[in-house]
């Protein structure tokens, strides 16, 4: 009895180290933009394809319940000139009413620079691997990303980072 409980024990430690769940690759900055296709609010088509080649593309995961995201999204409003050189599209998963409010809320209809999107959970996690909002991609002309920051971000970290390093 002893040894059969030691041998179930054995084989059930042996199963769970052959089949753990493999965790989300890290993001490096050879990672290229995926080849993605988002509704917007406006009822147009985005892909990857449509992104100016001359501009440095934001894609923030957001939710509209999110307190970090609605003040961000201010400060963003706040600063948008000085993100002239930026294309912001900003993705969530909640539904469309939702998204849409906060579209309204925030008047981004008269932002040419930021789009927004609304898209089904599954395809941002399987995409672009969100697991946590807010979370931002940075990407060069190129499509190469160069800054991943899942979790809170300030656009003016953000701003930052880019006047630094690109601007």
């Keep these: 009895m002893l040894i059969s409980g030691l041998a179930m ?17 890290m993001k490096t900055a050879e990672d290229e933009m995926p080849d993605f296709k988002f509704q917007l609010m406006d009822g147009r088509m985005m892909q990857r394809a449509d992104m100016d080649g001359a501009k440095y593309t934001l894609i923030w995961f957001f939710n509209s319940e999110c307190d970090l995201c609605v003040n961000e999204i201010q400060a963003l409003v706040d600063s948008i000139s000085l993100l002239n050189n930026c294309r912001i599209v900003m993705v969530s998963h909640e539904d469309s009413t939702k998204v ?63 006047k630094n390093n690109y601007l």
């Design 100 to 162: 849409a409010g906060f579209y309204e809320r925030f008047r981004l209809m008269e932002y040419p620079s930021i789009s927004v999107a609304c898209v089904p959970e599954n395809y941002i996690k399987d995409m672009f691997k969100i697991y946590v909002v807010p979370t931002l991609y940075v990407y060069h002309p190129d499509k190469r990303m160069i800054k991943y920051k899942p979790g809170p971000v300030t656009i003016h970290e953000i701003i930052q980072y880019l």
């Design 9 to 25: 024990i054995v084989a059930v430690l042996l199963w769970m180290m052959t089949h753990k769940e493999t965790p989300p690759r």
